[in-house]
């Protein structure tokens, strides 16, 4: 996984656990890397994310699907901040969700070439809610809703998200409805 995700994880536990959860979850954490210095540039095992958010459930008592859904809209208002283009470039949350796998995954592989990154695919019937596909080996979902409804505040919106498929269950991919009000 990209050190970026580690340095905003860092930050995310930093700003909603105080300022000394990260030395607590590093020590509660059993790290590829002992110092968990996490680079911009560098690639860590899956497991280290993992064992932070592990570590970051005992320490705050939440389940970690909601930690993971609270990073995911922490993690889009980062994103947001350190890449405007992307956001500014969309009129909207479906076309930057449309985005994210056409545009915003090309260039992140073009970067980091050894990137695995999640598949995002957005469908918009026009008889019902929009639909979300989300599929990746790491099973990240709640990350992805909470990523969701990051946008849907970013672009001043409101809205539901609901998750009517996941692969916790067996699917192949978790799917969303996004329905936003007018």
Request: charged letters at 20%; hydrophobic letters at 40%.
């Amino acid at each position: 996984m990209l050190g970026p995700i580690f340095q905003n994880f860092e930050a995310f536990v930093t700003d909603s656990l105080g300022e000394d959860a990260w030395e607590e979850v590093i020590l509660r954490s059993e790290l590829s890397e002992p110092d968990a210095a996490y680079s911009s540039l560098g690639m860590y095992p899956d497991s280290d994310l993992s064992a932070l958010l592990n570590a970051s459930v005992e320490i705050s008592g939440l389940e970690a699907s909601v930690l993971l859904e609270r990073f995911g809209i922490f993690l889009l208002m980062r994103f947001s901040e350190r890449f405007p283009a992307y956001f500014e470039s969309s009129d909207g949350v479906i076309s930057f969700l449309t985005s994210v796998d056409r545009h915003i995954h090309v260039q992140v592989r073009k970067l980091y070439p050894e990137a695995v990154t999640p598949s995002v695919l957005v469908q918009h019937p026009p008889d019902g809610p929009v639909i979300i596909a989300y599929s990746s080996e790491r099973k990240l979902c709640a990350l992805a809703r909470g990523m969701i409804k990051g946008a849907i505040d970013y672009y001043n919106r409101s809205g539901s998200v609901e998750e009517v498929q996941c692969m916790h269950n067996g699917a192949d991919q978790c799917l969303f409805e996004l329905r936003l009000d007018s």
